[in-house]
């Protein structure tokens, strides 16, 4: 353990020992601190990477100034030669690529970069594609401008999906680095959007981790969110942590509504219940390493000598300062309109203010923004610039931190116009950096960073008149307000340190763990584990539910007919003679021969949950109750018709065997209170008398012999159609997505756990290759293994398994090397029939 003054306001590892923590975090970013480049001598080095200093100052504190081991975990980062200023594409053919690492290479760079921030524990995910930008287009072209308000191009899609391809490989390789480093019992903590995934594949095979993900970045509303073609798969990945953390309580709302909007999650005060697991939501926004920072800013020799020389370059003039990135979203064109305006409409400052604009480009910058920016600028100068005044000077840099801290010091004013941001840490600096001078700050009410500084001085950046007028206002600001308004920031900002938002989340996770760490929830299926166990299975059963499985719920039942895609998805599945598929399902015989065993007759059919059954090939339908006493029924539909008769938009359905009272085209809330009402005269009566069962399904009642059901079924088909010698299935998979179908899942988990105790041999995967997946909303908890979300989810698995769905069309575990490639590609290329 490294030598540290621990900090007794922090959570002790040894006080974590009931949760059976190991006192270790891993804490995983999207960037390790260090660039990766190529010196003027031809030796590979690193140097820091600017950004982010508020997230890496957490990880120090944890390291050097708290009792926790913290493993730090990230990406490389693109590499460069010594002259590159924007990364180039590695060549195809490694050896001679310049920019090639060898495993001694990668292994020195290691130790450099664990030197260099004077830890052991620092671990390097290794991508060294031929593109390599392509590591963060998903997350930057996709997601940052929908998370932004913004909104790209219709497009035909292409170019998006390979991008997804490239955003679950780069999750996958995370999770892979990550395994192999964890210890049971270690905290998880994973940071912002580029990593949305992670949880939900870590969840998957790591089921007892303690995870946390905190979002940096601003969360938008449900109407924005809703636009990403992948919404489900992105909030399915995030409801894998125990925690989420956010930088406002605006964002924590936005996300919980798009959980219940979306997903169907249940929603209460802090926390999301999804999928049989509870999910707490923490706000908690990112400050900066106050007394580091404000020791540097104050007691440096560089910085004082920078100060020194602003002064003297500028004069008497007052001196206005924005810093932000060159992007789209951080208000640059806002704050030159503004500004420009502001000189438009008071003369009296010309020449006796300056504004000092820091501009530096992303990765991802638009050109459009940087020519329009550049032509405000030279507009601005022009017009009212002089020989010997400059009324805007602007440095397309990244300036060194004595220089910035020196600005920040100088500033007679700091303007911060995003139109939106999840927390700008240059306004926290910016009000540490006036402790002595006092200077005001105009800050966005659309940044994040209004939650810490409430009572700044709020402007909305499309107002450049307001704006303009807030310029002058604080400008002529007397002595006694600055110093009251400076003093009431710089208390929020000693309030709400890195330090202190490093162990608020940290204790709200615990305290949460405490709570409800017991309370496993269902992951989400693992496909890439399935297709492993598919390809080796020499004998595998398939189960379906048909109605919100393989087709989404309608209003009208009768119009919940296949898709021209299932019947492909299908027909390719029945062509292996190793697949063995039935649909199991509460539709009557009719409509499962007309729409299913007249265009697939090798698919085997049980219908009315149960009652009946035709075996694959069969044109002979067995029924299970034929010698069962029927005159239930008539009692049944006489209860049935009255509350079709008082509930409008109800109607009844008669099958053989089974009755059922279908209320989905009622109002729901009265429909709801009329089922429960219906289901308690049952229950009263009818099932009093007669050995039958009511099942609750999705808005319907039905009522069928209690010795028949799914599960029966399922039993059938697993263990007594074994037959003389023929071993039983060693591939399973039963999709199911109603309370009906819990009797199949709970039939599959007896009959795995009897082969546990009769100590059958297990597959390769450790396992018995059962799958009882349950489908549909995240409000419902099941006795399933796993769950999808939409039938649509389903129809990707099943196009996965016959290989016309590529295998990073949805996350899971699979094991990519350092050029982000599947490690044994032979192995799971899908097998074509």
Same mark, same amino acid.
């Given at each position: 353990?490294?030598?540290?003054?621990?900090?007794?306001?922090?959570?002790?590892?040894?006080?974590?020992?009931?949760?059976?923590?190991?006192?270790?975090?891993?804490?995983?970013?999207?960037?390790?601190?260090?660039?990766?480049?190529?010196?003027?001598?031809?030796?590979?080095?690193?140097?820091?990477?600017?950004? &982010?200093?508020?997230?890496?100052?957490?990880?120090?504190?944890?390291?050097? &100034?708290?009792?926790?081991?913290?493993?730090?975990?990230? +990406?490389?980062?693109?590499?460069?030669?010594s002259?590159?200023?924007?990364?180039?594409?590695?060549?195809?053919?490694?050896?001679?690529?310049?920019?090639?690492?060898?495993?001694?290479?990668?292994?020195?760079?290691?130790?450099?970069?664990?030197?260099?921030?004077n830890?052991?524990?620092?671990?390097?995910?290794?991508?060294?594609?031929?593109?390599?930008?392509?590591?963060?287009?998903?997350?930057?072209?996709?997601?940052?401008?929908?998370?932004?308000?913004?909104?790209?191009?219709?497009?035909?899609?292409?170019?998006?999906?390979?991008?997804?391809?490239?955003? $679950?490989?780069?999750?996958?390789?995370?999770?892979?680095?990550?395994?192999?480093?964890?210890?049971?019992?270690?905290?998880?903590?994973?940071?912002d959007y580029?990593?949305?995934?992670?949880?939900?594949?870590?969840?998957?095979?790591?089921p007892?981790?303690?995870?946390?993900?905190?979002?940096?970045?601003?969360?938008?509303?449900?109407?924005?969110f809703?636009?990403?073609?992948?919404?489900?798969?992105? %909030?399915?990945?995030?409801?894998?942590?125990?925690?989420?953390?956010?930088?406002?309580?605006?964002?924590?709302?936005?996300?919980?509504?798009c959980?219940?909007?979306?997903?169907?999650?249940?929603?209460?005060?802090?926390?999301?219940?999804?999928?049989?697991?509870? $999910?707490?939501?923490?706000?908690?926004p990112?400050?900066?390493d106050?007394?580091?920072?404000?020791?540097?800013a104050?007691?440096?020799?560089?910085?004082?000598?920078?100060?020194?020389?602003?002064?003297?370059?500028? @004069?008497?003039?007052k001196?206005?300062?924005g810093?932000?990135?060159?992007?789209?979203?951080?208000g640059?064109?806002?704050?030159?309109?503004?500004?420009?305006?502001?000189?438009?409409?008071?003369?009296? +400052?010309?020449?006796?203010?300056v504004?000092?604009?820091?501009?530096?480009?992303?990765?991802?910058?638009?050109?459009? /923004?940087?020519?329009k920016v550049?032509?405000?600028i030279?507009?601005?100068?022009g017009?009212?610039?002089?020989?010997?005044?400059?009324?805007?000077?602007?440095?397309?840099?990244?300036?060194?931190?004595?220089?910035?801290?020196?600005?920040?010091?100088?500033?007679?004013?700091?303007?911060?116009?995003?139109?939106?941001?999840?927390?700008?840490?240059?306004?926290?600096?910016y009000?540490?950096?006036?402790?002595?001078?006092?200077?005001?700050?105009?800050?966005?009410?659309?940044?994040?960073?209004?939650?810490?500084?409430?009572?700044?001085?709020?402007?909305?950046?499309?107002?450049?008149?307001?704006?303009?007028?807030?310029?002058?206002?604080?400008?002529?600001?007397?002595?006694?307000?600055?110093?009251?308004?400076?003093?009431?920031?710089?208390?929020?900002?000693?309030?709400?340190?890195?330090?202190?938002?490093?162990?608020? %989340?940290?204790?709200?996770?615990?305290?949460?763990?405490?709570?409800?760490?017991?309370?496993?929830?269902?992951?989400?299926?693992?496909?890439?584990? %399935?297709?492993?166990?598919?390809?080796?299975?020499?004998?595998? %059963?398939?189960?379906?539910?048909?109605?919100?499985?393989?087709?989404?719920?309608?209003?009208?039942?009768?119009?919940?007919i296949?898709?021209?895609?299932?019947?492909?998805?299908?027909?390719?599945?029945?062509?292996?003679?190793?697949?063995?598929?039935?649909?199991?399902?509460?539709?009557?015989?009719?409509?499962l021969?007309? +729409?299913?065993?007249?265009?697939?007759?090798?698919?085997?059919?049980?219908?009315?949950?149960?009652?009946?059954?035709?075996?694959?090939?069969?044109?002979?339908?067995?029924?299970?109750?034929?010698?069962?006493? /029927?005159?239930?029924?008539?009692?049944?539909?006489?209860?049935?018709?009255?509350?079709?008769?008082?509930?409008?938009?109800?109607?009844?359905?008669?099958k053989?065997?089974a009755?059922?009272?279908?209320?989905?085209?009622?109002?729901?809330?009265?429909?709801?209170?009329?089922?429960?009402?219906?289901?308690?005269?049952?229950?009263? @009566?009818?099932?009093?008398?007669?050995?039958?069962?009511?099942?609750?399904?999705?808005?319907?009642?039905e009522?069928?012999?209690?010795?028949?059901?799914?599960?029966?079924?399922?039993?059938?088909?697993?263990?007594?159609?074994?037959?003389?010698?023929?071993?039983?299935?060693?591939?399973?998979?039963?999709?199911?997505?109603?309370?009906?179908?819990?009797? /199949?899942?709970?039939?599959?988990?007896?009959?795995?756990?009897?082969?546990?105790l009769?100590?059958?041999?297990?597959?390769?995967?450790?396992?018995?290759?059962?799958?009882?997946?349950?489908v549909?909303?995240?409000?419902?908890?099941?006795?399933?293994?796993?769950?999808?979300?939409?039938?649509g989810?389903?129809?990707?698995?099943?196009?996965?398994?016959?290989?016309?769905?590529?295998?990073?069309?949805?996350?899971?575990?699979?094991?990519?090397?350092d050029?982000g490639?599947?490690?044994?590609?032979?192995?799971?290329?899908?097998?074509?029939?």
């Amino acid at each position: 353990m490294p030598d540290y003054e621990k900090d007794p306001e922090m959570i002790r590892p040894e006080d974590t020992k009931d949760l059976g923590c190991t006192g270790r975090i891993l804490n995983v970013m999207s960037l390790l601190p260090n660039q990766i480049f190529k010196n003027s001598e031809g030796q590979w080095d690193v140097k820091p990477v600017r950004g &982010n200093s508020a997230l890496y100052s957490s990880n120090d504190y944890l390291t050097h &100034n708290t009792g926790w081991e913290t493993h730090l975990i990230g +990406w490389t980062g693109e590499l460069y030669n010594s002259d590159e200023l924007q990364p180039r594409s590695i060549v195809s053919n490694l050896e001679s690529d310049p920019l090639y690492l060898s495993e001694d290479d990668k292994t020195a760079l290691t130790e450099k970069m664990r030197a260099a921030n004077n830890s052991p524990n620092i671990h390097p995910v290794w991508l060294l594609r031929k593109d390599q930008l392509r590591w963060r287009k998903y997350a930057e072209n996709v997601l940052w401008p929908i998370f932004h308000y913004m909104q790209n191009q219709p497009s035909d899609g292409k170019q998006e999906t390979e991008w997804w391809y490239d955003y $679950v490989k780069f999750n996958e390789a995370y999770a892979a680095r990550i395994k192999k480093i964890y210890k049971p019992g270690d905290i998880i903590w994973i940071h912002d959007y580029y990593l949305l995934l992670l949880p939900q594949i870590l969840r998957m095979s790591l089921p007892k981790a303690k995870i946390s993900l905190f979002l940096h970045a601003p969360f938008p509303s449900s109407e924005y969110f809703r636009c990403l073609s992948k919404r489900k798969h992105i %909030l399915d990945g995030m409801l894998g942590a125990d925690q989420i953390g956010f930088q406002s309580f605006s964002f924590a709302r936005h996300f919980m509504s798009c959980c219940t909007r979306i997903v169907g999650a249940e929603i209460l005060a802090n926390s999301v219940i999804a999928y049989g697991a509870h $999910v707490s939501v923490s706000v908690a926004p990112i400050g900066i390493d106050v007394e580091t920072i404000e020791k540097y800013a104050f007691e440096s020799k560089e910085v004082e000598e920078k100060v020194k020389a602003i002064r003297e370059i500028n @004069g008497d003039k007052k001196i206005i300062v924005g810093r932000d990135r060159l992007d789209i979203v951080r208000g640059v064109v806002q704050k030159l309109e503004a500004f420009e305006t502001f000189l438009s409409m008071y003369p009296q +400052w010309r020449e006796k203010v300056v504004l000092i604009q820091v501009s530096f480009p992303t990765v991802f910058h638009s050109a459009k /923004m940087e020519k329009k920016v550049n032509e405000l600028i030279a507009g601005i100068n022009g017009t009212y610039g002089s020989f010997n005044w400059t009324p805007v000077q602007h440095y397309q840099m990244r300036v060194a931190k004595d220089e910035y801290l020196a600005l920040l010091r100088v500033a007679d004013l700091g303007v911060i116009t995003s139109i939106r941001d999840g927390n700008n840490t240059t306004a926290l600096e910016y009000v540490l950096c006036q402790k002595k001078k006092h200077s005001p700050l105009i800050l966005s009410e659309f940044s994040g960073t209004v939650a810490v500084f409430p009572e700044a001085i709020l402007v909305n950046p499309w107002d450049s008149v307001g704006v303009a007028n807030t310029m002058h206002k604080c400008l002529l600001m007397d002595s006694r307000e600055k110093t009251a308004l400076e003093a009431n920031l710089y208390n929020q900002i000693q309030k709400n340190t890195v330090q202190d938002w490093t162990r608020r %989340l940290l204790s709200d996770l615990i305290q949460d763990l405490r709570l409800n760490h017991s309370k496993k929830g269902t992951p989400n299926l693992n496909r890439p584990l %399935l297709l492993s166990n598919y390809q080796t299975a020499e004998r595998r %059963l398939f189960m379906f539910d048909y109605d919100g499985t393989l087709t989404p719920i309608v209003h009208t039942p009768s119009a919940a007919i296949p898709s021209a895609k299932l019947y492909d998805t299908l027909t390719l599945l029945t062509k292996d003679p190793r697949n063995e598929i039935w649909f199991i399902s509460g539709r009557d015989q009719q409509f499962l021969d007309k +729409w299913i065993g007249q265009k697939l007759p090798h698919i085997g059919l049980s219908a009315e949950h149960g009652c009946f059954m035709k075996k694959p090939g069969s044109k002979e339908w067995r029924n299970l109750a034929e010698d069962f006493d /029927m005159s239930w029924q008539k009692e049944v539909e006489s209860v049935f018709q009255y509350y079709t008769d008082n509930t409008p938009g109800t109607f009844i359905e008669k099958k053989k065997v089974a009755v059922t009272w279908h209320y989905r085209k009622a109002e729901p809330d009265f429909a709801a209170f009329q089922a429960a009402n219906c289901l308690q005269k049952l229950l009263s @009566g009818v099932m009093k008398k007669y050995d039958v069962e009511a099942m609750s399904g999705k808005a319907n009642i039905e009522v069928r012999p209690k010795f028949v059901n799914k599960g029966e079924i399922v039993k059938r088909l697993v263990i007594n159609a074994d037959g003389p010698g023929r071993a039983p299935p060693d591939f399973i998979l039963c999709l199911g997505d109603d309370q009906t179908d819990e009797d /199949m899942f709970k039939a599959l988990n007896d009959i795995e756990a009897n082969w546990k105790l009769e100590k059958r041999p297990k597959d390769r995967l450790d396992g018995y290759g059962v799958y009882p997946v349950s489908v549909g909303p995240a409000n419902k908890e099941t006795v399933a293994k796993a769950y999808l979300s939409d039938p649509g989810q389903v129809l990707e698995t099943l196009g996965l398994l016959v290989g016309t769905v590529s295998l990073f069309e949805t996350a899971g575990t699979v094991e990519i090397n350092d050029r982000g490639h599947i490690v044994d590609e032979t192995f799971l290329e899908p097998k074509r029939f």
